[in-house]
């Protein structure tokens, strides 16, 4: 069986940091494309990032030179660093996994970003 | 980024009727489509792949049809359990994006 589960949301002041954990079990992070898809309060949908098998890694322009992804494959973890975050990357974060669409995806994780 | 745009954006309904959600793409994209369901408090979940390829599990009433900007969700006789609220996602290019999604409400 398939399992996702992301830690490290919190709250954090505009300008702080984050970093979010996805431990995965049932299959391999080092051989999937794995993503971070958020969601606003109330909001819908917004892709975030992704890394592939390779390790070449994709952004949305909102995150951009904020935000970093990466994996630990002996933990079999992928990871979100987040940056100088603002109020409007208040989501909850989901991890996923899937090369074109997302098949499997963790639980959320609760990011919200206020003074 | 390619934008997507699902009509309508909400939806009253009754059990047993059937439904149909539209979901336009700003350029095309082939079969580049899925469709998700997600439930209040819930993570989503793919009904519909490639536009019109059934997810494992997924029960026949859930149907997808179209190709290139224009796409649809059919749902052939709406049961308790659908009513939640429906995404296309694109997944031609990077950024990968979603429509702002559909509400399926009981009527």
């Known amino acids: 069986e398939v399992q996702l589960v992301e830690t490290g949301g919190g709250l954090i002041q505009p300008g702080g940091s984050l970093r979010l954990s996805c431990a995965v079990s049932?299959?391999?992070?080092?051989?999937?494309?794995m993503s971070w898809v958020r969601q606003a309060p109330g909001k819908g949908l917004e892709w975030v990032s992704v890394?592939?098998?390779?390790?070449?890694?994709y952004y949305a322009d909102s995150v951009k030179g904020r935000f970093t992804i990466s994996r630990d494959n002996s933990r079999n973890t992928l990871y979100l660093q987040m940056n100088s975050l603002r109020a409007e990357d208040t989501a909850v974060y989901y991890c996923?996994?899937?090369?074109?669409?997302?098949?499997?995806w963790g639980q959320g994780a609760l990011v919200t970003v206020s003074s | 980024a390619i934008q997507l745009t699902q009509s309508p954006s909400s939806l009253s309904a009754s059990v047993g009727d059937r439904v149909t959600i539209t979901c336009r793409t700003s350029?095309?994209?082939?079969?580049?489509l899925a469709w998700y369901q997600q439930k209040p408090g819930k993570t989503p979940k793919v009904l519909i792949y490639?536009?019109?390829t059934l997810e494992r599990g997924v029960p026949s009433r859930f149907s997808g049809s179209g190709s290139g900007t224009d796409f649809t969700l059919t749902i052939s006789s709406l049961q308790p359990e659908d009513f939640a609220t429906y995404y296309c996602?694109?997944?031609?290019?990077?950024?990968?994006?979603f429509g702002q999604g559909t509400k399926l409400e009981i009527k």
């Open positions: 890394i592939y098998s390779s390790g070449s890694t």
């Open positions: 996602q694109q997944f031609n290019n990077y950024p990968y994006t």
């Open positions: 049932g299959l391999s992070v080092s051989r999937n494309y």
């Open positions: 490639d536009a019109s």
């Open positions: 996923g996994v899937g090369q074109y669409y997302f098949d499997y």
């Open positions: 350029q095309g994209i082939s079969s580049a």
